[in-house]
């Protein structure tokens, strides 16, 4: 599976007494899911003007090994003046629907700036 992230915007510098804005990203799926234009909203704390975590929701609504539905990934990870971010989701319980309901699961990935693509590995189970 890969992930083509869009990162055309940059994200603002916070400061620790600025309030945390949200930042949109729109993600295409390929593989096991296929998904055009997940979105997926995120907050972002930096600790500097370079390095920061994150949590965010993204929607995604598809098919996930040829069953139709819909289910929100919660992430949560951290990025480095390297370019590197590291991420971990999970499903989160109850957001299944269509064939897709009762999905859990969980996964990562590793993003480096100016990658097309990033594989990420997403573990899964799916009511009989």
């Given at each position: 599976m890969e992930l083509a992230p869009d990162f055309a915007a940059p994200a603002p510098v916070v400061r620790p007494q600025d309030?945390?804005?949200?930042?949109?990203?729109?993600?295409?799926?390929?593989?096991?899911?296929?998904?055009?234009g997940a979105s997926c909203e995120y907050t972002i704390a930096y600790t500097n003007e370079t390095t920061g975590a994150f949590v965010g929701y993204e929607f995604?609504?598809?098919?996930?090994?040829?069953?139709?539905?819909s289910f929100v990934l919660e992430q949560r990870g951290s990025f480095g003046a390297d370019g590197v971010i590291e991420c971990s989701f999970s499903v989160l319980s109850g957001s299944a629907t269509g064939e897709?309901?009762?999905?859990?699961?969980?996964?990562?990935?590793?993003a480096r700036e100016g990658q097309p693509a990033t594989?990420?590995?997403?573990?899964?189970a799916l009511p009989d």
């Open positions: 309030p945390l804005p949200p930042d949109g990203v729109g993600d295409d799926y390929a593989g096991a899911i296929e998904a055009a995604v609504d598809g098919t996930l090994d040829g069953r139709r539905g897709l309901a009762g999905l859990t699961g969980t996964g990562t990935f590793t594989p990420y590995s997403l573990a899964y």
